[in-house]
């Protein structure tokens, strides 16, 4: 089961790795449980940390009580 957090979709027991985030954008438009990756964005004004999808390339703010260890 998935549990929206207003960013990411997370996995929540039954099959899903506890925590796990998902895709918003594949999960609602296609019904895909695409499990993302972090990435590291450096810019001028320093570096963050974000989600990214692996397959239609969406990117998403990660909150640092959010994301995987």
Same mark, same amino acid.
């Given at each position: 089961?998935? &549990?929206?957090?207003? *960013? %990411?979709?997370?996995? +929540?027991?039954?099959? !899903?790795? $506890?925590?796990?985030?998902? #895709?918003? &954008? #594949?999960? +609602? $438009? *296609?019904?895909?449980?695409? &499990?993302? /990756? *972090? !990435?590291?964005? %450096?810019?001028?004004?320093?570096?963050? /940390?974000?989600?990214?999808?692996?397959? #239609?390339?969406? &990117?998403? =703010? %990660?909150? =640092? /009580?959010?994301?995987?260890?």
């Amino acid at each position: 089961m998935l &549990r929206y957090d207003g *960013t %990411v979709y997370r996995g +929540e027991g039954a099959g !899903e790795p $506890e925590g796990a985030a998902f #895709c918003p &954008r #594949c999960y +609602e $438009e *296609t019904g895909r449980r695409v &499990r993302l /990756q *972090t !990435e590291l964005a %450096v810019s001028r004004m320093g570096a963050v /940390q974000r989600w990214h999808c692996p397959v #239609c390339g969406g &990117r998403y =703010p %990660v909150s =640092p /009580q959010l994301a995987d260890d």
